[in-house]
């Protein structure tokens, strides 16, 4: 079909509804993500196996597998191990390529590094905005009003700051998260010339903006309330709720457990939002 027509997805979609590996697959639009957990004591991967499967499938549907756009990560401290690296052989083929191993890579515009940390996704936000506020100083020197200055801003460059903001926000440092204020900072002082001696909590009251912390608490709130409904597709990923018979002897409560972790590296926005943003319930 042509590219961009309004059956394309569905027709993708429904070509790969039967894709199948026997590992946890996790598929959105033409990516595709095989994923395993190895218990701790548990060095030995099936890995190799589930990539077979997944190039098995892709011969019998006429389609082949781009080893060069193709990357492994390993997380947690199973990457201290020496696992073999993955290879393309099977049965239908003999020629050999072997998957390239990463400790960082882009996965749907978000930059995932094997030790959780979301330095490199931060730094590639910053660099991106920063070429966008080339343009706003181009803009501010045609004579747009300061009004259209700040809706280009909030239009073109602040989605930039805030996207997918709900994977990375729990996690990021207060140097990261002084990173991303800078952007905005420098807006305001393009935008408004007599701002550039003003405390940053005076610049946002004279532009009339908010901090870009508190936009990504707002919306990382808003996406778990989303999850807490049981007809969102991340529902699963919450624990089993408390027992109402157990609920209703309290004065007040919270439905979901909060989870105990022992360290925050690999804690998951989940958990976090479990903590942070799950509102307590009161018995009348």
């Known amino acids: 079909m042509p590219q961009g027509s309004w059956l394309s997805p569905l027709s993708f979609l429904v070509l790969i509804n039967d894709l199948s590996t026997g590992c946890p697959v996790h598929k959105y639009v033409d990516d595709t993500t095989l994923s395993e957990v190895l218990p701790p004591k548990q060095l030995t991967s099936?890995?190799?196996?589930?990539?077979?499967?997944?190039?098995?499938?892709a011969t019998l549907n006429d389609m082949?597998?781009?080893?060069?756009?193709?990357?492994?990560?390993?997380?947690?401290?199973?990457?201290?191990?020496?696992?073999?690296?993955?290879?393309?052989?099977?049965?239908?083929?003999?020629?050999?390529?072997?998957?390239?191993?990463?400790?960082?890579?882009?996965?749907?515009?978000?930059?995932?590094?094997?030790?959780?940390?979301?330095?490199?996704?931060?730094?590639?936000?910053?660099?991106?905005?920063t070429c966008r506020l080339y343009f706003l100083n181009q803009l501010k020197r045609s004579g747009l009003t300061s009004k259209q200055l700040f809706h280009y801003y909030n239009a073109v460059v602040r989605p930039v700051l805030e996207y997918c903001a709900?994977?990375?926000?729990?996690?990021?440092?207060?140097?990261?998260?002084?990173?991303?204020?800078?952007?905005?900072?420098r807006t305001i002082q393009i935008v408004l010339n007599f701002s550039r001696e003003m405390?940053?909590?005076?610049?946002?009251?004279?532009?009339?903006?908010?901090?870009?912390?508190?936009?990504?608490?707002?919306?990382?709130?808003?996406?778990?309330?989303?999850?807490?409904k049981p007809t969102s597709c991340l529902h699963h990923l919450l624990p089993d709720p408390k027992l109402p018979?157990?609920?209703?002897?309290?004065?007040?409560?919270?439905?979901?457990?909060?989870?105990?972790?022992?360290?925050?590296?690999?804690?998951?926005?989940?958990q976090y939002a479990l903590s942070h943003y799950h509102d307590r319930v009161y018995n009348n």
Not at 201 to 223: Q, Y
Not at 247 to 256: A, D, P, Q
């Open 46 to 57: 099936n890995m190799e196996t589930y990539l077979h499967n997944l190039i098995d499938w």
């Open 64 to 129: 082949q597998l781009n080893t060069a756009k193709t990357k492994e990560m390993i997380l947690g401290n199973v990457a201290r191990a020496n696992l073999p690296l993955l290879t393309t052989t099977t049965t239908a083929t003999t020629a050999t390529d072997t998957i390239n191993r990463v400790t960082s890579f882009k996965l749907l515009g978000v930059y995932i590094d094997s030790t959780m940390s979301w330095t490199i996704h931060v730094d590639n936000m910053v660099k991106k905005a």
């Open 166 to 185: 709900p994977v990375w926000h729990y996690a990021v440092t207060k140097s990261q998260t002084q990173q991303l204020e800078a952007i905005q900072k």
């Open 199 to 228: 405390p940053y909590t005076s610049m946002l009251f004279a532009a009339d903006l908010n901090s870009l912390a508190s936009c990504r608490e707002d919306i990382s709130r808003k996406f778990f309330q989303d999850v807490t």
């Open 245 to 270: 018979s157990y609920n209703s002897r309290l004065r007040s409560y919270e439905k979901f457990p909060r989870p105990y972790t022992r360290t925050k590296q690999y804690r998951s926005v989940v």
